[in-house]
């Protein structure tokens, strides 16, 4: 896979008709004049990318936009857009016509450093977040910061979110970027040498790159139980320190690492607690909501501290270990 990195917008679109678009709508709408070297407006798909768009009805359409435009596997298929946006393009492209290829051209903060990485492509099945996917790696990621200047606060933090996660990964340099306040595109940079690291020695998620999931599952539960109101970046804050709230309760890691932990989800103001509204639906499928994440066995693969660097996986069966330190985020 191939990153490149673009400083002006006009750099990014060389579009032009003999390719197609997987376009998410508000980026189609607020940079329209870009995409105006596409010429025949049917090689564009715009996508009203959400957790709840991301379904299978939304691929069949695509299908069939691959379908009407004679897509071969010579064609390229864009996807342009967040999270949302590029796994879907991607799961597409994976599978139609056993696969086309790729390029992918990440909008969002969270897109650059982590979805548009690394290969995963997925849509939700029923109430399993990528349910259904594949691996397939992108031949190329194009970066350009100049998307984030029109990203919302929130949008920005869900991005954030796993940049502070990446940097409690041993093979990462992120807390020294983020401490001599490097600029975006360093810290982005940084972030995407540490994800490429770990999915180049794993990338079908076998050992170490499941590390990249600390604070996920928790974080699943709230995004569940909430139906996606809780957004994905506060819900894996909340999940990370029920991660270092179990290490703790676990003896795998002393109080003064519990609160260096802490104090770095504090510096950078990260969610501490969730509406309390959500408890009963917690208590009531948060078990059923783990089984769906036991992706390759019988037993949950937490991500917990065994230091303030240092992960492991640690392999449990027992659900309210899980939903008892979960509980303990609520807020009063
Ligand atoms: N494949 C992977 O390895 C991987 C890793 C992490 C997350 N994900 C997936 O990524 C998804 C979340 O992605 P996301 O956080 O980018 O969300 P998203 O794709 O929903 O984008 C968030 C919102 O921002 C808007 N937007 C996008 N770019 C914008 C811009 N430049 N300016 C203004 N608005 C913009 C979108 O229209 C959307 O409303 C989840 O579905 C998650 O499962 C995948």
Redesign the pocket.
Known sequence: MKIEYKKDLKDVFKLDDKQVYII????YT?YKQLFQSIKNKSRIFIYE???HT?NYDSLQKIYSFLYTNSINRSNIIYGI???????IA?FSASTYKRGCRLILI???L??MV?????????I?YNNI??GVGSFYIAEKVIINTK??E???ET?YK??FV?IVKMSFLPQSDLLSSLAEQQGIEAIIKEAIRTKLELTHIDLHDKSSRRLLNLGHTFGHILESVSNYDIS??TAVAIGIRAAAKLSFQKGFVTREVLEVIERRLDKYALPTSFNSKYLPEILRIGKSILKQDKKADDKYNLVLFNGIQNLTIYKTDEDLEVINVLREFADV
Do not use: R, V, W
């Open positions: 998410d709508s508000n980026i607020i990318a959400n957790e991301k857009g967040g999270g949302i946006t590029t796994d991607a990440p909008t969002t969270l897109g982590d979805a548009s990485i690394g290969g995963k492509t997925g939700n977040k990528n998307f984030l029109s990203l919302s949008e869900n991005g796993e994905h970046g």
